[in-house]
């Protein structure tokens, strides 16, 4: 064979810079491996703002490689941006990993924790393997990241590894690039790293194997404290009716659902109604629990999700959860280590005086978490997933931004399912879920919280975003800050921005919120908004119908008061009403007719809360947006028929509910099947919504439609008023990178604050 002369292809030397997820996550010994496997020189570095790279070839290898780099990039690392530039090549030979630079601005981001890996879950249940049944095994690829950082740069001294010497096996696998453990900071073995511990509730320590002996007290119906990734949780057979009751009852958590845990894909399959992307999420490194709909004979106790069709169900994400799971062989509850409304237990001193009530032993270890964080709930809607909570396994990767923050900013978010979000440049980092601001330690680890978010972002905010209600603790949070702007942000507007922001919106949209509270402009509580807004501004061009709201939180607890509230609207004062001692009726009747100690809500929550309560479902509330729940749950399936609703008022218009509160009572009355009633509310409210936003669309001319608020958790009303805008040719946005609920807010805050666009 004749052999063409090659002449020499001249060499190129690019300099690289890589952002983004870059550090901890396996990408030096990547670019290595990369550029020696192409037979390319140069070298590879980390520093304050990511990666930098210097390689040398022909111009096609060096296309090849940058196509590599984005293309086959490790499992965590998230790239935003690769920016080359040629310079002169040196001729040099081989390829080095050189020493972190760490001087500069802060512009790394950190990676969240990440569920153990294939690779790690081989070697855990290889009984020939030195790390096997190792509850701690990690690599680059997998392992506690967000949690037990204490600074950056994530280095072992400044997490909450530091106090683990690592053995010289340990230490060989983390200075070997080829190694799949090089850099992992938390690295360890049975030998150096963190061990478990089985206790009593009196701390006293429990013989034998600590897995073995926890798997054989939830065997024998037991309740286990077991201390996982972001925090203590307490665990029970699922299937163990007294089990589940008896934890039910000690943590005083009387109607909300548990999770389950199950050791496989094909353990949830049992469980619940598993599609593509239902798959996809329970399996994805970030592990959050999914909302299935609930299988029928699904092995769980009812009082593991009373009332309710869905059912929360996650696989393992630490080695720990694995053992448990592997060696239990059925599903288990596994729900935050709180009692009540306080936030999850996460550091060993207090969780064994806050949950020995509940727990009859404790699996716990001696590696400390730093940032308490709750497991993540996502449900799948149209194939996407949206976040109902945010937090372990997406915190912090930050929401890319349409434009530049002018200036650093915080919000500070609301006051139920509170997050905050800190922003700067295109970046915002929304915290994960802090829970309800309304005692002292919720509000404590909202507080150390931001200060860690400003440290590790190195952000420091010069205008701040807060609700408009007075009493929120965020809000007196913010306006006891010095040295900033403060900026009142209004609620409906702060969830229809969040949207917008999360799908690179600008300029103006049509924002539909509905939800169960937010301060209005008008010092009325407001809930069910149709507003035209931007970053810039709001207008509100229609709401729901004002009706009074008597005895505040009472108002919330017990839904037969806007029930009544509706039924004086509609029928009069005197209108007939039974659905609560007679007594409790006579004062709330006083206090709407009188407009005592009652404000006018157009809370779309109340008016679920409402129906719920005239169809006889429920007249008092768990927790918020129970009645709703219900009422959702029990809506029948294929029903078309729609209440009547009705316009009042010029600008902005009322959507009123009077003709379907009037056909309600009479459904009821005559014995229409509550079923029928919930699915032609549903039907009436999803109508008159999509109604409302057409004939915006039609006088200014917008065709984009922002939902948002907790109301739109709703999958049934969702999926209604998205047909049913599409059908009118609009253009429907969700949420799917934060919550729709309040856990979006801060986002939204933080977009209007820095006036993120005019
Ligand atoms: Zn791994
Ligand atoms: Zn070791
Ligand atoms: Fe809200």
């Given amino acids: 064979m004749d052999r063409q002369p090659l002449s020499p292809v001249p060499s190129n030397r690019l300099r690289v810079r890589v952002e983004g997820v870059v550090q901890g996550v396996g990408f030096r010994p990547f670019v290595h491996g990369l550029a020696t496997a192409g037979g390319l ?64 601005e802060r512009q790394t981001l950190i990676s969240p924790d990440t569920a153990t890996c294939d690779d ?12 096997f049944r190792h509850p701690f095994i990690n690599c680059t690829n997998c392992g506690p990241r967000f949690t037990i950082i204490r600074d950056v740069p994530y280095d072992r001294p400044l997490t909450t590894m530091s106090g683990f010497a690592m053995c010289a096996e340990c230490r060989r696998e ?31 320590p429990i013989a034998g194997d600590p897995v073995s002996t926890a798997v054989q007290l939830l065997a024998a119906g037991g309740v286990l404290a077991v201390k996982g990734v972001g925090g203590y949780h307490l665990a029970a057979l699922a299937d163990r009716e007294p089990a589940v009751t008896a934890l039910r009852s000690r943590k005083h958590r009387e109607d909300k659902p548990f999770a389950v845990m199950v050791a496989d894909l094909d353990g949830a399959r049992a469980l619940g109604t598993i599609g593509a992307a239902e798959a996809r999420a329970l399996t994805s490194p970030r592990r959050p629990i999914v909302l299935l709909r609930r299988a029928a004979g699904a092995p769980v106790a009812a009082a593991v999700a009373p009332g309710n069709r869905s059912l929360g169900v996650m696989l393992p994400y630490s080695p720990l959860h694995h053992l448990l799971a592997r060696d239990l062989r059925a599903p288990f509850v596994l729900t935050s280590g709180n009692v ?116 590790v972002f190195d952000i420091h905010p010069e205008v701040v975003a807060h609700d408009l209600h007075p009493e ?20 409906h507007h702060a969830h229809i921005a969040s949207c917008m922001a999360e799908n690179g919106l600008a300029g103006e949209v049509i924002g539909v919120a509905f939800d169960g509270t937010g301060y209005g402009t008008d010092g009325a509580i407001w809930g069910g908004e149709f507003l035209v807004a931007g970053y810039g501004g709001f207008h509100r061009r229609a709401h729901l119908r004002y009706i009074p709201l008597a005895g505040g939180d009472a108002a ?50 109340r008016l679920f809360d409402a129906v719920a309560s005239l169809a006889g479902l429920r007249q008092e509330v768990n927790f918020e947006g129970q009645a709703a729940i219900e009422l959702e749950m029990i809506a029948e399936v294929g029903c078309a028929e729609v209440y009547p609703y009705g316009f009042d008022g010029e600008g902005p218009w009322e959507l009123g509910f ?101």
């Fill in 41 to 104: 020189s140069g070298l590879v570095g980390n520093d304050t703002a990511g990666v930098f790279i210097e390689i040398e070839g022909t111009p096609g290898e060096l296309d090849r490689f940058l196509a590599a780099l984005e293309g086959e990039a490790p499992p965590l690392a998230v790239i935003d941006r690769v920016e080359t530039e040629v310079i002169s090549a040196t001729g040099g030979v081989g390829f080095a990993i050189v020493e972190s630079e760490p001087a500069g």
């Fill in 120 to 131: 790690c879950l081989a070697e855990l249940l290889d009984p020939g393997d030195r790390r």
């Fill in 174 to 204: 983390y200075e070997d690039p080829g190694d799949r453990r090089f850099h992992a900071q938390p690295v360890c073995c049975p030998d150096c790293g963190p061990s478990l511990r089985l206790i009593d509730r009196d701390g006293a």
């Fill in 340 to 455: 009540s409304d306080e936030p999850i237990a996460y550091r060993d001193e207090e969780a064994l005086p806050r949950l020995r009530g509940i727990a009859d032993a404790f699996l716990t270890h001696d590696r400390p978490i730093h940032i308490r964080t709750d497991d993540s709930v996502i449900r799948v809607v149209g194939g996407r997933e949206t976040p109902l909570r945010r937090s372990r396994g997406f915190v912090p990767q930050p929401v890319t931004v349409v434009r530049a923050f002018p200036r650093p900013v915080l919000g500070c978010g609301a006051e139920l399912k509170s997050t905050f979000c800190v922003g700067k440049g295109r970046r915002a980092f929304v915290s994960h879920h802090i829970g309800d601001l309304e005692n002292y330690e919720t509000l404590q680890s909202y507080v150390e919280g931001i200060e860690h978010f400003m440290r």
């Fill in 472 to 491: 929120y603790l965020s809000t007196k949070l913010a306006l006891d800050l010095d040295g900033v702007e403060r900026v009142g942000v209004q609620h």
């Fill in 556 to 605: 919330v607890r017990q839904p037969w008061r806007p029930a009544l509230a509706y039924l004086m609207d509609t029928f009069g004062a005197g209108a007939p009403f039974e659905a609560a001692p007679p007594e409790h009726i006579r004062v709330v009747r006083r206090m709407i007719a009188a407009g005592v100690n009652s404000t006018s809500t157009s809370s779309c929550g």
């Fill in 658 to 758: 009077r003709p379907a509160i009037e056909s309600i009572v009479r459904d009821v009355s005559s014995g229409v099947a509550r079923g029928r009633v919930a699915a032609k509310f549903h039907n009436a409210l999803a109508a008159a919504t999509v109604e409302v936003c057409g004939r915006i669309a039609g006088e200014t001319a917008l065709r984009r439609v922002c939902l948002s608020g907790g109301t739109f958790q709703n999958m049934r009303l969702l999926g209604s008023i998205v047909a049913g805008l599409r059908a009118r040719g609009l253009e429907v946005f969700l949420h799917a990178r934060v919550p729709p609920n309040d856990g979006g807010i801060a986002l939204g805050q933080a977009a209007i604050a820095a006036r993120l666009q005019p």
